[in-house]
């Protein structure tokens, strides 16, 4: 029986080695992907931030932010944060694993969790932070008519990274760079369970 796509990831994950920063000077934060079934295709949350939230006004991002003195941990600055923006409760979430922690241009150090629920699931997304919930399937963003590639300089370098974009939406910066992450990982865990 074919593995459904939280599965290949939960093992993809499980068998590679998280990459991290070191550096020390940067702000912890932890953000949460979301993998779940909808209308017979998988689909990630994402969210369009509000023009009142402090960072990243308006930008396409996934749930998450910096951490309180009050968690615990990483993770649970993840759930805490999907919690206060999506209305989506811990205890409905199934971590599959850690990406790479990145680096944003604001200076933040994120751990990337990769999780499921349970689908339909009742979003109650908090009117501060969130101006749209984004629920996007993983054919649309593995598209090639939907990337986009460009080069900006960063402290004097060239950078090439890559945009997704979606309806009249685009994920770019940090929040790109971790869905590439994921759907690669995806689409090699799927390669070998093909093989």
């Given at each position: 029986?074919?593995l459904?796509p939280p599965?290949?990831?939960?093992?993809?994950l499980a068998?590679?080695t998280?990459?991290?920063?070191?550096?020390?000077s940067l702000?912890?934060?932890?953000?949460?992907?979301l993998?779940y079934?909808?209308?017979?295709?998988?689909?990630?949350?994402l969210?369009?931030?509000?023009q009142q939230?402090e960072?990243?006004k308006?930008?396409?991002?996934l749930?998450g932010?910096?951490?309180d003195p009050?968690?615990?941990?990483?993770?649970?600055?993840?759930?805490r944060?999907?919690e206060?923006?999506?209305?989506i409760d811990?205890?409905?979430?199934?971590?599959?694993?850690?990406?790479?922690?990145?680096?944003?241009r604001?200076?933040f150090?994120?751990?990337?969790?990769?999780?499921t629920?349970?689908?339909?699931y009742?979003?109650?997304p908090?009117?501060?932070?969130?101006?749209?919930?984004?629920e996007i399937?993983?054919?649309?963003?593995?598209?090639?008519?939907?990337?986009?590639?460009?080069?900006?300089?960063e402290?004097g370098?060239?950078v090439?990274?890559?945009s997704?974009?979606?309806?009249?939406?685009?994920?770019?910066?940090?929040?790109?760079?971790?869905?590439?992450?994921?759907?690669?990982?995806?689409e090699d865990?799927?390669?070998?369970?093909?093989?």
């Amino acid at each position: 029986m074919a593995l459904s796509p939280p599965d290949i990831v939960s093992q993809v994950l499980a068998h590679r080695t998280k990459q991290t920063v070191g550096e020390q000077s940067l702000t912890p934060a932890s953000v949460l992907l979301l993998l779940y079934p909808k209308d017979g295709e998988y689909c990630i949350l994402l969210n369009k931030r509000s023009q009142q939230v402090e960072h990243h006004k308006g930008e396409i991002s996934l749930p998450g932010g910096a951490r309180d003195p009050e968690d615990r941990d990483s993770l649970d600055t993840a759930l805490r944060e999907t919690e206060e923006e999506m209305g989506i409760d811990r205890s409905d979430v199934t971590i599959l694993g850690e990406l790479d922690e990145v680096v944003t241009r604001s200076h933040f150090k994120v751990n990337v969790y990769v999780g499921t629920i349970p689908y339909p699931y009742p979003f109650n997304p908090s009117e501060d932070e969130i101006a749209e919930v984004l629920e996007i399937p993983v054919a649309d963003l593995n598209d090639p008519l939907n990337h986009r590639v460009e080069t900006r300089l960063e402290d004097g370098v060239p950078v090439t990274s890559r945009s997704y974009a979606y309806n009249e939406h685009l994920v770019f910066g940090a929040t790109a760079k971790i869905v590439q992450q994921f759907l690669e990982l995806l689409e090699d865990g799927t390669a070998k369970e093909e093989h």
